[in-house]
């Protein structure tokens, strides 16, 4: 690990929250601007409705002081909401937060470049709230200045960059934490201790039900002029850049493939991630996935070009077969020889419905628990270095089976899957298809 003055301030806070205080001079090169206070030093990166959101669950935690917000836009509203976004809000914000946790309400800087940011700020944690395209390139630069990460999912826009970005995490013991808030739901952690504890039985099939895509325009889709107040040019990025839309940029991003993945990506990383933790595959996965089904609307092809309805079918070790569909219900089942066990935002339901009661033991085995919630649990991780409740590989191979998926859509084939190496099966145009980063210009990411 490179040597630099936040992992030892990290090392020092995490010696400090396990040992008894002891009077001590401890110089600011070890603990950073806001000695000798062991608050966790966080820049926030993306201040779209999500990227808000998140950052108040991080700030909610009393060891958080904010530093610095970047944004590409200066100021704008919602598409979803019409709530106030961008740099300006993120700032404004964030200062807040800070008073309310015992801090200053000034002081917050503002950057519209992440290099900048982590290259002139002294951070141990970073929030990455970006559109997807953009996820991979900011957590690699947080990465290799040693800064823990918070990144919302799915980790990454391509199987190529999480492949690389959660090898890099864990060869730098690095804390991370894909935003795959479910895990710390509490419905969703009882089914998959019933699962995990053997009471449905032998599985032979899980069903995991994502969103269809979007069958209209959201939002205006003429072609214009970018705001005079939004670096389009660097909002695109390593991606392609798309004539600029209003129903194409922020939160609408989602439905093109150069910026996110459709419903099949944006969902992914919730439902089929509850169903990895039921299967125990957190650090493994398929054995073959095929793409069935991928329906278009041809209209709206050139304003959003993922699948409005999509099947993903994947044989897993025991025989399991997953099915991933836009036309299965909403949620998560996994079906044994003795039962189901079906969950989803707010419901919990089995075919035992002594199963479903709150409070119900399943057995031995215990699901982690992230304690106040999923945001806390990144913070409680900086600070003790233990590891969160989503680490890097768990979300990457959570959203495995997607990138695959589109791989075998674009190919017309199942693709054979060696969940141990990681890699297509007798299939060298498979693998080269997969491993490649197709970015713009200058843009690398190893």
Not at 165 to 188: C, P, T
Not at 278 to 305: C, H, R, W
Not at 313 to 324: F, H, L, N
Request: net charge neutral; with cysteine.
């Amino acid at each position: 690990m490179n040597s630099k003055p936040n992992t030892s301030r990290r090392r020092f806070l995490a010696g400090a929250a396990g040992a008894i205080a002891a009077p001590a001079i401890i110089p600011s090169s070890v603990l950073g601007k806001n000695a000798p206070s062991n608050r966790v030093n966080m820049g926030f990166v993306g201040m779209g409705n999500r990227g808000r959101g998140v950052m108040t669950a991080l700030m909610n935690h009393k060891k958080t002081q904010g530093i610095a917000v970047c944004d590409l836009h200066k100021s704008y509203l919602a598409p979803n909401n019409g709530n106030p976004q961008g740099l300006e809000r993120g700032i404004e914000l964030l200062n807040k937060a800070n008073k309310k946790n015992g801090g200053s309400d000034t002081g917050v800087k503002g950057y519209a470049d992440f290099r900048e940011m982590i290259a002139g700020e002294d951070l141990d944690a970073i929030m990455v709230a970006t559109p997807d395209h953009w996820h991979a390139l900011v957590c690699m630069e947080a990465a290799r200045k040693d800064i823990d990460i918070y990144c919302e999912k799915p980790i990454t826009h391509y199987f190529a960059e999480g492949y690389h970005l959660h090898r890099e995490v864990a060869n730098r013991d690095l804390i991370f934490q894909v935003g795959s808030q479910q895990r710390s739901d509490k419905k969703f952690r009882q089914a998959v201790e019933i699962v995990r504890n053997g009471l449905i039985g032998k599985i032979s099939k899980v069903e995991v039900g994502l969103p269809e895509g979007k069958k209209s325009p959201q939002g205006d889709t003429t072609i214009k002029q970018p705001p005079a107040d939004l670096n389009y040019d660097m909002w695109c990025g390593p991606s392609e850049k798309l004539p600029y839309m209003e129903g194409r940029c922020h939160w609408n991003w989602r439905w093109h493939l150069n910026f996110g993945g459709g419903q099949l990506m944006d969902w992914i990383g919730h439902h089929n991630d509850i169903a990895h933790w039921g299967l125990d595959m957190d650090k493994s996965g398929p054995l073959s996935v095929e793409a069935q089904n991928f329906e278009y609307i041809d209209e709206l092809t050139e304003i959003y070009n993922s699948p409005v309805n999509y099947d993903v079918v994947s044989r897993y070790p025991g025989d399991i077969e997953v099915k991933i569909s836009s036309r299965n219900t909403m949620g998560t089942k996994w079906i044994g020889e003795n039962g189901w066990v079906y969950v989803t935002r707010g419901k919990l339901e089995a075919s035992n419905p002594e199963w479903a009661k709150e409070g119900f033991v399943a057995g031995d085995w215990k699901a982690y628990h992230p304690g106040a919630g999923h945001q806390s649990n990144f913070i409680e991780g900086v600070l003790n270095r233990k590891e969160c409740i989503c680490p890097a590989e768990t979300g990457h191979r959570s959203a495995t089976p997607g990138h695959l998926a589109y791989l075998s859509h674009k190919l017309g084939r199942p693709v054979k899957w060696d969940p141990k190496e990681e890699q297509a099966v007798g299939d060298e145009d498979a693998q080269k298809m997969l491993m490649d980063l197709p970015y713009r210009g200058d843009w690398k990411l190893v």
